[in-house]
């Protein structure tokens, strides 16, 4: 079965420099959202979008933006980027947001793997 | 909000012994419950999910899960634990904000030690 695909798998970048993340949702999918984990750490909500719109806002940096596109598939732009950015970021997939599908399972993508020097 | 805890940072187990893995829920409302695995430098492979019903809960690579309403719980079990289930272990629970958002709020994690 296909399942979410992410791009690129790692990233170096410089302080200060920009950054975009690709997620690639299961086919019929219509909800993204993108996780921050930290090294050693839980898995932190960034952002989540449904049917192309902004669905729900977590700890996400002002530095950051994300968009969903017209054939689901979503980027997340980290600009300005900070040593404390250096994580793996997750996107995952799911069928449904607004109240209609509580119970619907998300599925993760294998994350990006940011380092920032 | 909505939270889970893992009370302990790493289980240990003998292969071909039981296995399991503690979560304890804090929600108001009805509780969306789930467990998901990682891998090292992997992404998180959902296990399995309580949305309602049977307290028992049947997921993959045989493990099931408990729900306990009295105990506010929801253990991880699996009968006799395989060198291949070490990983890393964690319960997450459906953080629905205003607008009926389904964010995930997870919790630390349980690092799963199966020993041959």
């Known amino acids: 079965a296909a399942g979410v695909i992410q791009s690129p798998r790692h990233l170096i970048k410089e302080k200060r420099e920009t950054a975009t993340l690709k997620c690639y949702p299961i086919?019929?999918?219509?909800?993204v959202y993108w996780y921050q984990q930290g090294p050693g750490q839980d898995p932190q909500f960034l952002i989540s979008?449904?049917?192309?719109?902004?669905?729900d806002k977590g700890s996400i940096p002002d530095r950051f933006s994300a968009q969903q596109f017209s054939d689901y598939h979503s980027e997340l732009n980290m600009s300005s980027l900070e040593l404390g950015d250096s994580a793996l970021y997750f996107c995952?997939?799911?069928?449904?947001?607004?109240?209609?599908?509580?119970?619907?399972?998300?599925?993760f993508g294998p994350g990006t793997r940011l380092t920032v020097l | 909000a909505q939270s889970v805890a893992q009370p302990e940072d790493q289980v240990n187990v003998a292969e071909g012994n039981p296995l399991t893995v503690k979560c304890t829920y804090s929600?108001?409302?009805?509780?969306?419950l789930f467990w998901y695995v990682q891998y090292p430098n992997r992404g998180l492979q959902f296990l399995l999910k309580?949305?309602?019903?049977?307290?028992l809960v049947k997921g993959s690579y045989g493990f099931e899960a408990e729900f306990n309403k009295s105990q506010t719980s929801f253990h991880l079990k699996k009968p006799s634990a395989l060198v291949s289930d070490s990983a890393l272990y964690f319960c997450?629970?459906?953080?629905?904000?205003?607008?009926?958002?389904?964010?995930?709020?997870f919790g630390k994690g349980n690092q799963v030690v199966v020993i041959p």
């Open positions: 995952a997939s799911s069928l449904g947001d607004r109240g209609l599908r509580k119970t619907d399972t998300q599925y």
């Open positions: 086919p019929r999918h219509d909800t």
């Open positions: 979008f449904y049917e192309k719109m902004q669905s």
């Open positions: 929600v108001s409302g009805n509780p969306y």
């Open positions: 309580y949305i309602t019903g049977d307290n």
């Open positions: 997450a629970v459906r953080d629905m904000q205003v607008g009926g958002n389904n964010r995930l709020a």
